[in-house]
């Protein structure tokens, strides 16, 4: 199992910058897919990025592509978002997610959440 922690949201205007990272405890954290979720208000929480656990294979929502980078340090046990360019409609609770790669139908993990939010 891992608990992960996500802390560095905050409010930051249009064009700046912000890195968020997922303090992930517990367990072998080379055995976790790692991914961000982000949750507008009044929506469906959606997949930002996901990073395998060779801290290689990433994949990006197209609305985040070119500006935001995902990263895993697996001797600190933690995930990283770089969040370059912001935008108004990247408002969100940023949520940090493990899946458990082991298995098939692996246990899946969640963060609290850290709030991003954009604003002039």
């Known amino acids: 199992q891992v608990q992960p922690v996500e802390a560095g949201g905050g409010l930051v205007q249009p064009g700046g910058s912000l890195r968020a990272s997922c303090g992930a405890s517990g367990q072998t954290f080379t055995d976790y897919q790692m991914s961000w979720y982000g949750q507008a208000p009044g929506k469906e929480r959606e997949l930002v990025a996901t990073i395998d656990e060779f801290n290689y294979r990433r994949i990006y929502s197209d609305s985040v592509k070119g500006r935001f980078t995902i990263w895993r340090v697996d001797a600190e046990r933690t995930l990283y978002l770089r969040m370059n360019n912001l935008k108004p409609q990247d408002t969100a609770v940023y949520y940090c997610?493990?899946?458990?790669?082991?298995?098939?139908?692996?246990?899946?993990?969640w963060g609290q959440g850290t709030q991003v939010t954009v604003s002039p």
């Open positions: 997610h493990a899946r458990y790669i082991r298995a098939i139908g692996g246990a899946e993990y």
